[in-house]
């Protein structure tokens, strides 16, 4: 992740030099208690350490202890099969070290140590690191860019490095990265004797970071470089083909992502970056594109992307199965990724509000409430009898990309509610807490999203000239109300009430967001979702799961204008139903042939009952069964 | 395929003791100048040539002769990875022994002869035959029955040489099919050395054939014991799970197929084989419920079956994605060969009503109308900008099941056409050409499906007291109407209209059909159909294909009721098509985000257009473009 610094200020004057807003120093926000409290804290008080367990478990450390040669065992030792389980460790030791910013745990410092000694052990002399190449292919390096993932894990080591000593100020881990960072500028840079780029970005984002971290332009350069050379057909024409890899085209010319998704938002996000630095036109140009391509018709109303579990890939425009869905966990993050820095080089508001719809939908539902189970694949809708693999979210993966990936977006969330800019600061997403930069500052309290109302104070030491930007977010254009001490503000439609005063401290800020259920329907060409609602309340996007409701979850038909006589039950603070009392009729079961003459009448008339709904982040909590995001109503088209 | 003795009477008195209907001799139909004969003449005259070709070029023949000897080579110079190519030289077999009873082409049979000459080169001296394992695997037998398909295997090598046998008299492949039979059962019968059975059932039909054409009830017994051996967990938790083998529970207690489709099929038409020749009770009983529950939810309007791409399998009830259906070809084959087994077994019309559908539908647009290009997979919808996977039909595929799966179907077509039991003749599927048994006989004239009137005439030589039985296809009971001799024949609800008479030979018989578009709609619960309609007429489901349509084909969506004004232009006998006025609309493709509240438009307005459909089977034979069968229409719920 370590977006903390993205486009601030470093030690080189030009640097974020296109960036329209600049994120905050990763100190600078700290969550009060609220929605997000719960969730970060349960990530730092479970996650964190059912991860260490689960990766000594699977063998993932162990694995850089055969590479160190402090453990002894030839390749048939090498714990799993995958060449990247080397990253789990890095991205696990980047969400605990964002951890130590909020804590003084001596605990956590001596585990995020111990296993930073165990990387520092396997780093050859040269900087070297890589367990799987190390023990599986007798140190010969490099010779499989496409699906090695070397670069992949040395950009996941260097985020972390980078993480680490941000947060603690520590150097131990970043070092190590250091050192490897410019053996790979010594092999792929200019003067390098390599050309080549890897099967998986990653690393682009992760050097332009530490180039942001220590001036170093090689770094950029090497970004740059990377994903110049994209697009040029090294990846030769494997399975699922060039577009798997964005390989069909070179980026600056690539108007529509396709193929892997996590791949693909990876990649954005590392032209974004360089272009944050850079600010070559194309790239912004290309960016917006792929932005709106997938926009379109290439996202799922829960923020999820990936459509097709085959490659993990993107779909066509509007293929957008509900049951099929794959919008890996991974992808999701990978899009709030590349939101953020959209939303750091424009400013604009709708990167924010696909960043918060991502965030509370097609993310969160990666992680049980309780913080320890995992979805790699995230459905849209279950059946009552599937047969489709595993029952639920599972403690671990063999292919554990997702779990310390959460873990590491949770840590770190802080860093993506607010921005500043030479007027003022700027509040995308709405957490109570605290943000503070060196002259600014304000304490948000808010129940949202569970409730719309936000309640902002300036500090009193942090009085002076300045604006406070708030972000109105799109399903709430046109209807929000902003109060400050009391008095009206005009807000009309914008997408951020700009509040220009010289600030005196102590003054409260009211907005108010009109959190109501909206009955929102697809495309028409969203086969899936045809004839079908999902209910949505705030930024919340709600399924119906069997548990909750009176009759057969297949069986629910909605008709009629339901949300009239919705009511809000929040159970606790993680599961607020809304209960929408609803004419819905039940199907017969017992047809032999599920296809009619149209005009014919099914064998059932319609029923009154209640459908009960819970943010989609919260299903597969208390049982795995079926489950809808998408629920049919006969007004929609 | 070798169904054309099923149940008929054979050397054993009580062979198909518990068959209501028996099946015809291979010789007892031919076919007349119609819609098959043309698909039979592509078939004979270009698929099974260019098939000897590819072959060729696949090197599938010549790992024979490796495995002879006759060409040297160790395992590194076998062609292909998969371990049932061997099969692919059976099917093909099969279907030229089938073509050779309609023709006395010594070239032909010399082709046959040279391949039958290969095959029993590469028989070792105890009967076995397996070019993978005696190539691949150093002669290492039966130590992979999973995923080996040494059974299977010889399961097409038993069909092809009953083929050759019945249709030519010669006995070159037969001896050494029934060779391997007896190897095989003495390694896997009730006094072998192993008790086992194959990962994909095919052995277990083929063996019941062999013991209807030798009278040798060991054949009959293992096929029992294989089905009966099944469902005890042998296959392994492998990847997929039991069910993808049918192996989760013992097959009396399987009332719901799951897993691959194809092993369903096969294993289903296996049982019924049993049922056919044994009369077990509990056997039809399983076989009743797994049919019902495989057409309540699992069947495609087209009669395709297996939902999913993962595993080849079928999906959950009513999960039937239009565009990721796999509904591979050797599916829909495998589901013919099971529904022509239960029509035998019960003669009920239902059964023949989804072979009809099965055959014209989704068995037929494997194959391209000039015979030579095939589709593995069939889906029920292409979008515009398909990034998905090959376009179109291919001429091969390294793994090639289907495309002499369909050879070998089309050139034993005639064996499904009609059946005879003690009281006469039974006609379910009405082609152009003459039905001839000892004592009874027809003669066809029909420009079915295209039009729906079909002219039976009984022979002067056929006289005599029998009954004919016509069935009325489902979509027109109640509509049908049946004349002799010009006069009314009550006909009512029937599905079989049973004309009892002293026929003097020289009778016209004239069934009309009613051949007109209708407007499908299917259960809510098919989420890629609600809220649309697919066009049927008579047994032909049509789809939209791009190139006919004024207008994109994801815009249109139907209202009103178009298809009162249906006009059917038929440019060519094989693609008749159906012209639609229909009020439709264009969405606008521009909008930057597909979900929108429920109540609030879309940015365009109806416009008038119409549809244009062809034929499913005869889909992308012109160009591979956008195609759906199922299509919006406002009164669809």
């Known amino acids: 992740m370590t977006a903390d610094r993205t486009a601030a200020s470093g030690p080189v004057g030009t640097l974020g030099a296109t960036a329209v807003l600049r994120a905050l120093p990763s100190h600078a926000t700290r969550l009060g208690t609220g929605f997000w409290s719960a969730r970060v804290a349960a990530n730092a008080e479970r996650s964190l350490a059912a991860g260490l367990e689960r990766m000594t478990e699977a063998g993932t450390l162990e694995n850089l202890e055969l590479a160190a040669g402090t453990v002894a065992g030839d390749a048939a030792a090498y714990h799993g099969k995958l060449p990247f389980l080397d990253s789990d460790v890095y991205k696990w030791l980047e969400a605990v070290s964002w951890h130590l910013q909020s804590t003084d745990s001596a605990e956590w410092h001596e585990r995020a140590e111990s296993v930073i000694a165990l990387v520092g052990a396997a780093q050859s002399e040269d900087g070297y690191i890589n367990s799987f190449v190390t023990v599986k292919h007798g140190g010969e390096r490099w010779t499989d860019l496409p699906s090695g993932h070397e670069l992949y894990c040395a950009g996941h080591l260097i985020q972390a490095g980078i993480a680490h000593h941000r947060a603690t100020g520590r150097t131990s881990l970043f070092d190590i990265a250091r050192r490897f960072a410019d053996l790979i500028v010594a092999e792929f840079g200019e003067d390098g004797r390599r050309v080549g780029y890897c099967g998986h970005p990653e690393v682009e984002t992760a050097l332009v970071e530490l180039y942001r ?294 003054e409260t800020i009211d907005l108010e967001l009109p959190v109501r259920p909206r009955l929102t329907q697809a495309d028409p060409r969203v086969d899936d979702a045809r004839g079908c609602v999902a209910i949505e309340r705030g930024p919340l996007v709600y399924c119906a799961e069997h548990l909750d409701q009176d009759t057969e979850l297949a069986a629910l038909s909605l008709s009629g204008r339901p949300w009239d006589g919705a009511q809000l039950q929040i159970a606790d603070t993680t599961l607020p139903t809304v209960l929408i009392d609803a004419a819905a009729h039940a199907h017969d079961t017992k047809e032999p042939w599920p296809y009619r003459e149209l005009g014919t009448k099914p064998g059932t008339a319609p029923t009154h009952t209640r459908v009960t709904a819970i943010p989609y982040f919260a299903w597969a909590n208390r049982a795995y069964g079926a489950m809808r995001v998408w629920l049919p109503h006969e007004d929609a088209r």
């Not at 997938?294 to 459509?307: D, E, M, P, V």
């Not at 199965?321 to 750091?344: F, G, K, N, S, V």
């Open 213 to 506: 971290e220590t001036g170093d332009a090689a770094y950029l350069r090497l970004a740059d470089r990377f994903i110049s050379l994209r697009g040029s057909g090294q990846m030769g024409d494997r399975p699922f083909g060039r577009r798997y890899w964005q390989d069909l085209v070179p980026v600056r010319e690539l108007r529509a992502l396709h193929g892997h998704a996590v791949r693909a938002f990876y990649l954005a996000s590392g032209v974004a970056d360089v272009y944050l630095e850079t600010g070559e036109p194309a790239l912004l140009d290309v960016l917006r594109a792929q932005w709106d391509d997938l926009l379109r018709g290439k996202t799922y109303i829960t923020g999820g992307s990936g459509a097709r579990h085959r490659d993990e890939a993107l779909g066509d425009a509007f293929e957008l199965p509900a049951d099929r869905a794959y919008t890996e966990t991974c992808a999701a993050i990978a899009l709030m990724h590349w939101a953020w820095r959209m939303q750091l080089a424009t400013g604009e508001a709708q990167y924010a509000d696909i960043f918060e719809r991502v965030l509370y939908n097609g993310f969160l539902a990666g992680v049980s409430l309780h913080g320890d189970h995992y979805f790699y694949v995230n459905p849209l809708q279950v059946r009552g009898d599937s047969t489709l693999g595993p029952q639920g979210r599972q403690a671990w993966f063999s292919c554990a990309c997702c779990p310390p990936n959460v873990m590491r977006t949770l840590a770190s969330l802080t860093h993506y509610l607010a921005t500043e800019d030479a007027d003022g600061l700027q509040i995308h997403q709405y957490a109570a807490g605290e943000i503070r930069t060196e002259t600014r500052g304000v304490t948000v309290d808010t129940g949202y999203p569970l409730d719309g109302n936000v309640r902002i104070t300036i500090p009193q030491d942090r009085a002076g000239n300045w604006t406070l930007a708030l972000r109105i977010p799109a399903w709430a254009n046109g209807t929000a109300t902003v109060h400050v001490n009391g008095e009206p503000v005009e807000v009309g439609d914008a997408d951020y009430v700009r509040l220009t005063r010289t600030w005196r401290g102590g």
